[in-house]
């Protein structure tokens, strides 16, 4: 098997899909990752995402929330329990439904560039020994 393109083992990830063959699930449950692909057996037990995933969904939530914020303050002025009723429920969702995506992109680049447990597997796709 040879290895994809970034885009496309990243544009897997991102789907939750096994970054080698595309078919097979990348989670076994919300946010921990399968041991192995179910369809062509890639091991995927290896990665080391550890808070990664939580600092780039921070960012990008954190950025589009507090620009949420500033325009609806600046422009009607609700009262702040208004605010937080509607602001706050939507940076929680915005978050759950980043999470997983992130976290399988990158799982998905470690794998791509052969991270840790991941080298062994790099190694006997592009023929070294």
């Given amino acids: 098997m040879s290895t994809p393109p970034v885009v496309t083992a ?12 595309g078919e097979g699930r990348m989670f076994a449950k919300y946010l921990k990752v399968a041991e192995a692909c179910e369809t062509c057996g890639e091991e995927l037990h290896h990665h080391r995402a550890d808070d990664f995933p939580a600092y780039i969904v921070v960012s990008i939530v954190g950025h589009i929330m507090l620009s949420a914020a500033y325009w609806v ?57």
């Fill in 73 to 129: 303050e600046v422009s009607f002025a609700p009262a702040i329990w208004l605010q937080m009723v509607s602001l706050l429920p939507a940076g929680a969702a915005m978050t759950l439904a980043l999470l997983q995506p992130v976290k399988g992109a990158v799982v998905a680049v470690q794998w791509h560039i052969g991270m840790d447990g991941f080298g062994v597997s790099k190694a006997a796709r592009v023929g070294i020994s």
């Fill in 10 to 21: 990243i544009t897997r990830g991102l789907a939750g899909r096994c970054p080698a063959c």
